[in-house]
Nanobody, 117 residues
């Protein structure tokens, strides 16, 4: 499985960005897609998850501002980020995994999001 993340950039506080994660390869084993982020000097944290059943979870700091979605036909997962804050500045990574079998766990390269105040 290969993951290609894109859509990062520089945006002013209050603005919006949409990240994309295009997946390819043997996707039959995947039942969850995640977005993580890692800010300078901080640990990587889970931002959002969407499962094959459509269940979504979000970290508290992005609830009401970020939305994770997927396009099954395009094998792409999106992260719509609204009302961005400087503290959202981070490298964002997508992850494809199987929640039952840990050997199916793949990461994409990061895409940098910078929010200026």
């Amino acid at each position: 499985v290969q993951l290609q993340a894109s859509g990062g950039g520089l945006v002013q506080a209050g603005g919006s960005l949409r990240l994309s994660c295009a997946a390819s390869g043997s996707l039959f084993s995947i039942n969850a897609m995640n977005w993580y982020r890692q800010a300078p000097g901080k640990e990587r944290e889970l931002v959002a998850e969407i499962t094959s059943g459509g269940r979504q979870i979000y970290t508290d700091s992005v609830k009401g501002r970020f939305t994770i979605s997927r396009d099954n036909a395009q094998n792409t997962v999106y992260l719509q980020m609204n009302i961005l804050k400087p503290e959202d500045t981070a490298v964002y990574y997508c992850r494809a995994r199987n929640t039952y079998y840990q050997e199916y766990d793949y990461w994409g390269q990061g895409t940098l999001v910078t929010v200026s105040s």
